[in-house]
């Protein structure tokens, strides 16, 4: 390695500056100085001096190509939680909205907001240090995500470092990744070409791209980022949604096409339909506008309810929607035994995305609709909703003779009986050991949601059930490395990453493990309540319906198929063989009611002047305690935690005799509490 001077340090700062720059020209601005082929000679020169002297900056666009693949994704705890939007389906909505925020802050002037298009893509967080892209991470459950940040490195839309502003001490930008339609059409079709499974839509299509293990994958899908929000910040602080996106454009970040700022509801209704209008010659797919209140002390004031800010909403576009012709109506088997009806359709393209099947549901909806094989139909797909058939449009036009589609007489699968069970819609497949169940109780116990094995989803399941490996989910524990090589879907890596994600899923929580056992009714919902109730599945075993309804919300329909589940021997010795085989399951649900974590259940607080601990995670303290907190002190705070030089609010507090605390008094509270 030659010795590097401070000439040639400089030479590469400048190079890395520049190109950086040419960067954001074409990939930002859309607007290039340069030719590519100028770029990519000055990019080689810089590839040539790093490796010459082994000295790489850590924005250096050569850190864009990916690395080596990861075995998996590390977690990461949002700072702030990323939360999601409430929603509303007409402009007449957004006007409510409106007029609750106005309510809220106890006023009759028009408030300012913003409106931008509502990406359909993956929200990710970007935190830098310093200026520099440290970590990316996805929105995950909102509390935790995945660090993607080698892959988002790869997007070149993403700035490694923050130029032009000034460099923040920390700061966690939020956006969404999302891949132009155009660019998800070309994908699908070189995948189609090369026999993989194609993706839906180009939301699945960027989520795929960004959970990649290997980033060099990644580098290759061209994708894109929209800036919209702010998480935890220090060392810089904005007063409002218009500061911060002015802000991220000097900074060179790519914020949404459309962002404008106006004053009252009409004129931001104004903006939703020109924003609707130009919807269709956007080249990324839009399924919104969201609306926030433009001033972040406002926005303070305003808070959230559980899982939403009260100081914004997104406006859902109506549904994309398109006529096609119903080719055949074909059966498909679920987990349960439930027989679904299929609309085989013409493709037609709705919204940028292909469809060729949509569920009919059942056949009680068939025969609403009046649905027949041939029928020209209207199909809707309302953004990640799955396509639907709305509505038959020529019914007159009908050859004779055709008729109603009839549920089967036989599982199409199994050819067993086939039953409608009293005061139920559905026609179900009476065969235990039908193929089509079997697979699907494999690949709902794997999914996500369940027991999360990454890489058991429906083909491999397919595969390891035709091979007579896995019969029942019981059997994916007993797969063995050598067993995966003979089969033609796993190399050497793909074996050792299934084979270590069954290991990982081994230690598991009890409300996913009970989702994952596909109890009838049992959703991801009923199997927290459980969980809750509950502490360990023991407590389940050979449980009276009774019981379990007196558990809040736990409806008789649910606990009697809970109840038949937990009397079963053969599922009671399923789960014993899960114990023995080492699945684990803890139950963090249950402990933390035992613990009386929910101690501020009810009560806000406000957090005034310095304390000895950053003001969020203070705020984090109350919110995991089960209280709320708040930015500005009305009648309804309960507590004002007071740190060193505590302005007006304190004497807000004091004339509305809220109860004033220290952050030591706090902290006890905590304690003493839990
Ligand atoms: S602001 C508190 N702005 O929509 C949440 N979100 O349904 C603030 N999204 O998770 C989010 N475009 O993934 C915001 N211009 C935009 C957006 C946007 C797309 C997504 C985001 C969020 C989801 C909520």
Redesign the pocket.
Known sequence: MEKITDNIKQEIGKLVKDLNYHCYRYYVLDSPVISDEEYDKSYRHLKELEEKYHYVLPDSPTQRVGASPLDKFEKIKHTEP????D?AFSHDEVREFDERVRRFLKSDRDVEYTV????????MELTYRNGILYKAST?GDGYEGEDVTVNIKTIKAVPLKIEEVGAPEEIDI???VYMDIKEFEALNKEREKEGEPVFANPRNAAAGSIRQLDSSITAKRKLHL?C??IGAARGVNFKSQWEFIAWLKKARFPV?AI?KLKKGIDEIIDVIREIEEKRKDFSFE?????I?VNDFELQRSLG?KTR??RW?T?YKFPAHKATTKIKNIIFSVGRTGTITPVADLETVRIGGVNVSSSSLHNWDEIARKDIRIGDTVVVERAGDVIPHVVNVINKEKRGKGVELPKPPKKCPVCGSAVEREEGEVAYRCIGLNCPAQVQERIRHYASRAAMDIEGLGEKNVELLYSQGLVKHFVDIYKLKKEDLLELPRFAEKSAQNLIDAIEKSKRTSLARFLYSLGIIHVGEYAAKLLARNFEHIEGLYHMKSERITEIKQMGEKIAESISRFFNDPENLHTLKTLRAMGVEITNPDFESRKTGKRLFEGLTFVITGTLPQPRQEVEELIEKAGGHASGAVSKKTDYLVMGEEAGSKFQKARSLGVRIISYEELLKMIEDGS
């Open positions: 990323m939360l999601s939007l929603n931008e298009p509502k990406y359909d893509g993956l929200a929105r939020r956006g969404e929209a919209y929000g949404p962002v839009a399924d919104g506008a969201v926030k959230f939403e800010p914004a997104a």
